[in-house]
């Protein structure tokens, strides 16, 4: 069976500072995907960063990076130079052969 | 624009009724899904379809019903067996094909219907 754990149920850190968001997962499956999401006040998902399997190289999109180590099977968020804005949820997900499963989430809070 | 419409935006259902969640995409997706979310927690898939007039459970199917009898629509009716309904669903639909590790295009999402029992 696939899981994903996010073992912090709250962050805070200071605005400008770095901050990791921790998730491992669990399954058996050679390919799969790893997402990172960002769901604010308002409810919608934002998509945020993205890692497969198969990729040699930790993704990155502007702000956020991934630091993917697949034999540890962990997949942590890394959001550099934190903003008042980055203050939300976040969820790391699985995508295996059919569906997306997510883990609890880790609420962020930025502080000036 | 292409996109995920999810309606109503709030909904209040009183206790033995049905009611339905609408959810439309002009994405060309094939996969559709349908997720709750109940406060501070993660999401939950409910149902899942991948192709027109043909859907799975996910893990926790009981008390709801789904149809999949257009490639754009995937609606949702949370049925008066489900006893705590109140919470917070959300809409996705996805593409299909290739494996899971190289298909980067995860899910789109809609903005969600915020149901409460009253």
């Known amino acids: 069976a696939q899981k994903i754990t996010q073992t912090q149920p709250g962050m805070f850190v200071q605005e400008k500072e770095a901050v990791t968001l921790d998730c491992t997962y669990d399954?058996?499956?050679?390919?799969?995907?790893l997402f990172w999401y960002k769901q604010p006040s308002s409810g919608e998902m934002i998509f945020l960063i993205y890692?497969?399997?198969?990729?040699?190289q930790n993704a990155t999109e502007g702000r956020y990076s991934l630091n993917f180590q697949k034999a540890r099977k962990s997949a942590n968020l890394v959001i550099s130079a934190s903003q008042l804005g980055d203050s939300a949820m976040y969820f790391c997900?699985?995508?295996?052969?059919?569906?997306?499963?997510f883990g609890t989430g880790t609420r962020l809070q930025v502080f000036p | 624009d292409g996109g995920i419409t999810q309606s109503p935006k709030y909904l209040f259902r009183k206790e033995g009724q049905n009611v339905t969640l609408s959810c439309e995409q002009n994405?060309?997706?094939?996969?559709m899904y349908w997720y709750r979310q109940d406060p501070g927690q993660g999401l939950r898939l409910i149902y899942y379809?991948?192709?027109?007039?043909?859907?799975q459970k996910g893990d926790i199917a009981e008390g709801y019903s789904v149809s999949r009898e257009k490639k754009e629509s995937f609606p949702l009716t949370v049925t008066s067996a489900q006893k705590n309904p109140t919470a917070f669903y959300l809409c996705?639909?996805?593409?299909?094909?290739?494996?899971?590790?190289?298909?980067?295009?995860?899910?789109?999402f809609g903005s969600g219907t915020r149901l409460t029992v009253v």
């Open positions: 996705a639909s996805s593409v299909l094909g290739g494996q899971g590790g190289t298909s980067r295009y995860g899910y789109t």
């Open positions: 399954t058996s499956d050679p390919s799969y995907g």
């Open positions: 890692q497969g399997s198969y990729d040699q």
């Open positions: 997900a699985m995508r295996g052969a059919d569906k997306l499963i």
């Open positions: 994405l060309n997706h094939d996969a």
């Open positions: 379809s991948q192709i027109v007039n043909d859907f």
